[in-house]
């Protein structure tokens, strides 16, 4: 199933898509998958779930954290699968957001094989770019899966027509030069990009990096089509580290404060 | 003639789409693309400017003590029954090779407008070389290095604190080089308007590999004259340590077209590749990607980095530089561990026949090319001293029991 779905349906109903993260495995796999549903029901549109690596050049502390915290009692690649499969179970379009090594350490074939059969809806590759990823696009095409590809705000308007072309199901743009973590302003340089980029594409745009609570979803939702939270959720849930309950109130509340966002603008 | 050079895309051994897929690449997230695009035209230009190649020849000659020579090591060749010459990088100033590559990329820098560097270091020798050209070339420079290498390594921090940089340990993964990388590339992404990454070894993504070739390059073309010019010939095998491969690929560079020359890299085989705790990333690694190039890595069945080990912090990289996967994967150049003991007994017995100390990097070229000559008995080896082992006297200390006046004399 497509995240297009979930962007025509948000688009219907005159508001943006809510997009939210977490890495597989954390707190552990099924307390993960257990907190992916939970953000499910308070509100979320689309979920991402994050394969954690050893290696994450595009992540800040928060999601770092989680995710060697997840390595470290032992996640694996099929745990990842688990977990979409579980989530998507919901009926939400699920799509996985990883580094490249793992899929093509798994086989890019197989990978997307297994992806499609627990019902996933395709990758987010910060570390690919199309002009690198012709096995992925071919392995994705032949099993229509989405591929989500990133633009940033240093892309040139060739890159950024060259990487819509190649994506499916959404554009993710990069709201800041920076890498992953919540930031206490929104950025000035993704509402130019969102407009670069529609003047490439008519794929939805979702604007990431940066969004922790509701005003900013709102902000960012005047001008882009779908709002994606990543490390306001680690951060929830590690706050909450010993007590599960407590946590996933709290994932809800900040679920349904962000979902009340991007209704709101 | 077959071309070992990586095509406009970074890609070494066939582009993408061939049966086989390529080394190299460029697999890094996309705020990093015009960055990396802005180099790579950078230094296309420079390489065709008489006035940049003028500038850094200049350089490397009146600061850096370029050409180094080439060293008749006679003691070591009887020692070892062949003809052993040493490419003396050891001297060069800071004391290794790296020098080469950070003066050629800090004067990209200002020829980019940019007023700040950025650097990893693992040992701390490229740390100290990037500091040591920022402060020639007036620039500011933060320095990304491991919390267990500032630990390791506390007389390089202190080097590159006094020559004006700011040392920023990091504590992220594994806390060592590799994280490091990962700890600069995340300043680059946030900082990339005014920054320069300096890369400290021929890997990463397109263009690093070639781009730090091309000013390591020397070490194989001054060595390739100067073997000429002593002997008469050329040598019958060459060889170095391979950590992200810069040195090595430096010295090999200059004979690849002599196909009648033969290629030895050195991997740091750490405790023996048989026990898991090593850096022979070729040796026994994978393919896969690591900081942005299709290589050889240290991983597990997932795809996930293996941590490496290595007595030398310069080796220490779970990843390699990707034209030497071409090159092993082509079989022009061959790839063998050296275990961290074999290192040091080369260390102690080059300081005793020849009066020169190696960095624990350069021992295991010395100590894979004295295997190598047994099967190659009265010919000429040319061996790259990458580097002085001043930085390891630490580690020297330790392993042997020396510093006590009575203590038990290394390689007795
Ligand atoms: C003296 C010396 N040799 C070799 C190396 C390994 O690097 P490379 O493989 O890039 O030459 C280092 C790295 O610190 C070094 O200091």
Redesign the pocket.
């Known amino acids: 199933m497509s995240v297009a779905i979930a962007f025509e349906k948000a688009r219907a109903d005159g508001r943006a898509a809510l997009v939210g993260y977490l890495p597989a495995g954390f707190p552990d796999v099924d307390g993960g998958i257990e907190a992916l549903r939970a953000m499910v029901d308070a509100g979320c549109d689309v979920i991402e779930v994050g394969l954690p690596y050893s290696d994450p050049v595009m992540d800040g502390p928060t999601i770092q954290a989680a995710a060697q915290q997840a390595l470290e009692q032992g996640v694996r690649t099929t745990d990842v699968l688990r977990t979409v499969e579980a989530v998507a179970a919901t009926g939400t379009p699920t799509v996985v957001m990883t580094y490249w090594n793992p899929v093509e350490r798994y086989g890019v074939d197989r990978f997307a094989q297994d992806l499609a059969d627990a019902g996933g809806a395709g990758l987010i590759t910060p570390d690919l770019t199309p002009d690198f990823a012709p096995e992925w696009v071919a392995a994705a095409d032949a099993r229509d899966l989405d591929k989500i590809f990133l633009v940033a705000p240093s892309s040139t308007d060739e890159r950024i027509a060259l990487t819509t072309a190649a994506c499916r199901g959404f554009v993710y743009a990069t709201a800041v030069m920076g890498v992953t973590g919540a930031r206490d302003a929104t950025s000035d340089l993704a509402g130019p990009l969102v407009e670069r980029t529609r003047r490439a594409t008519d794929l939805p745009v979702g604007v990431g990096l940066g969004v922790s609570t509701g005003d900013q979803a709102a902000e960012v939702a005047s001008y882009a089509d779908g709002v994606i939270v990543g490390s306001a959720f680690v951060r929830t849930l590690h706050d909450h580290a010993g007590d599960r309950a407590a946590g996933l109130a709290a994932l809800r509340r900040l679920t349904e404060d962000l979902a009340a966002g991007v209704r709101r603008a | 003639m077959t071309t070992y050079d990586a095509d406009a895309q970074g890609w070494f051994g066939g582009p993408a789409g061939a049966t086989t897929p390529g080394w190299g690449g460029r697999f890094m997230p996309e705020a990093l693309i015009a960055a990396l695009d802005e180099l790579d035209t950078a230094w296309q230009k420079a390489l065709v400017d008489p006035t940049f190649g003028h500038e850094f020849d200049q350089l490397l000659q009146n600061y850096a003590g370029v050409p180094s020579m080439l060293y008749e090591a006679h003691r070591l060749s009887d020692h070892a029954g062949a003809r052993i010459l040493l490419k003396r ?2 001297l060069n100033h800071t ?4 020098i080469r ?1 950070v003066l050629g990329q800090a004067l990209l820098t200002k020829r980019m407008g940019k007023k700040r560097v950025i650097a990893e ?6 740390g100290v070389a990037s500091a040591t050209a920022a402060a020639y070339l007036g620039l500011e420079c933060t320095v990304y290095m491991g919390e267990v290498d500032t630990e390791r390594q506390a007389l390089n921090v202190a080097r590159m604190q006094l020559l004006g940089a700011e040392v920023v340990p990091v504590t992220s993964g594994s806390r060592t080089l590799k994280d490091a990388i990962n700890e600069a590339l995340r300043d680059w992404v946030a900082s990339v308007d005014h920054t320069a990454y300096l890369f ?4 990463g993504p397109h263009p690093f590999p070639s781009l ?1 070739l091309s000013f ?1 390059r020397g070490i194989g073309d001054e060595a390739r004259r100067q073997c000429l010019e002593l002997t008469g010939r050329l040598p019958d095998a060459i060889a ?11 010295l090999f560079a200059g004979f690849l077209g002599d196909p009648e020359v033969a290629i030895y890299g050195f991997e740091a085989g750490g405790d023996g590749v048989e026990t898991g705790r090593h850096a022979a990333t070729i040796s026994a690694g994978a393919a896969g990607v690591l900081h942005g190039a299709r290589t050889f890595v240290l991983q597990d069945e997932d795809g996930q980095t293996v941590e490496s080990h290595s007595i ?4 220490d ?1 779970p990843g ?2 990707p034209q030497h996967a071409h090159l092993a994967a082509s079989g022009r150049a061959s790839y063998l561990p050296v275990t961290d003991a074999e290192a040091m007994e080369a260390m102690a017995l080059l300081a005793r026949t020849e009066g020169i100390i ?5 021992a295991h ?1 010395v100590a894979g090319t004295l295997r190598v000559a047994r099967e190659r008995q009265g010919e000429t080896l040319l061996v ?1 001293l ?3 082992g001043d ?1 390891d006297m630490g580690t020297a200390l330790e392993w042997f029991g020396l510093g006590r006046p009575d203590g038990p004399e290394a390689g007795s």
């Open positions: 990088e050891d004391g290794a090779h790296k590559n270091t693992g040992a701390g020798q490229h400290g070894t021929a890997a730090v390591v170095a340590c391979v950590g992200g491969g810069s040195n090595a690929i430096g030398s912090a310069g080796l990289y390699v530089g190696p960095a624990i990097e350069s070229a790259n990458s580097g002085r930085k």
